[in-house]
T-cell receptor, first 114, second 112 residues
């Protein structure tokens, strides 16, 4: 158990809909990272929050947004969903604002858009 | 553009033998490299890392080798065990960066 909790584990929704994925970091970790893993792809960095503030952005679509709350849990919002958004979405957390050491990953949320 | 590449999607090895997983990168600014292991229905789990100031790091059965001139790293598992069967991801980061760049993974199967 990595200590990072993601909910839900599975999500099936229709195109055009909006979903929210939730992540609770390890106790004491201030950074939360979101990654997307599409079929046969590596993990693609989406966005990082550190202590409630956006710290870095990767290949995140404009239809996607995220936030980190005062209790440090984070939510990733995906809207106007398309078939190609079907993927595994991982959340990871680390202590510092700079990822120079290992990050701890949650089990992921498998999103299926039909 | 994939900055970290794992060109072998899969690898099968007999139990007790050595497993060698390879990874290439293109960004010469990467200075920290990690290997993650992923079982089905679980998130990636950190396995071992190496800083660019080293060329080898060992942790039990796992050793990572870094060849900076070739922009290549490898993970050696000796001896391989059936429980090592998983997908292995290579990842890299640039000093001060907030992101890990991952390869596409290599599925290792250790045959009993």
């Amino acid at each position: 158990d990595s200590g990072v909790t993601q909910t839900p584990k599975h999500l099936i929704t229709a195109t055009g809909q909006r979903v929210t994925l939730r992540c609770s970091p390890r106790s004491g970790d201030l950074s939360v990272y979101w990654y997307q893993q599409s079929l046969d792809q590596g993990l693609q960095f989406l966005i990082q929050y550190y202590n409630g503030e956006e710290r870095a952005k990767g290949n995140i679509l404009e239809r996607f947004s995220a936030q980190q709350f005062p209790d440090l849990h984070s939510e990733l919002n995906l809207s106007s969903l398309e078939l190609g958004d079907s993927a595994l979405y991982f959340c990871a957390s680390s202590v510092g604002r700079v990822l120079n050491t290992e990050a701890f990953f949650g089990q992921g949320t498998r999103l299926t858009v039909v | 553009d994939q900055q970290v590449k794992q060109n072998s999607p899969s690898l099968s090895v007999q139990e007790g033998r050595i497993s060698i997983l390879n990874c290439d990168y293109t960004n010469s600014m990467f200075d920290y490299f990690l290997w993650y292991k992923k079982y089905p229905a679980e998130g990636p789990t950190f396995l071992i890392s190496i800083s660019s100031i080293k060329d080898k790091n060992e942790d039990g059965r796992f050793t990572v080798f870094l060849n900076k001139s070739a922009k290549h790293l490898s993970l050696h598992i000796v001896p391989s065990q059936p429980g090592d069967s998983a997908v292995y991801f290579c990842a890299a980061s640039e000093g001060g960066a907030n992101n890990l760049f991952f390869g596409t993974g290599t599925r290792l199967t250790v045959i009993p």
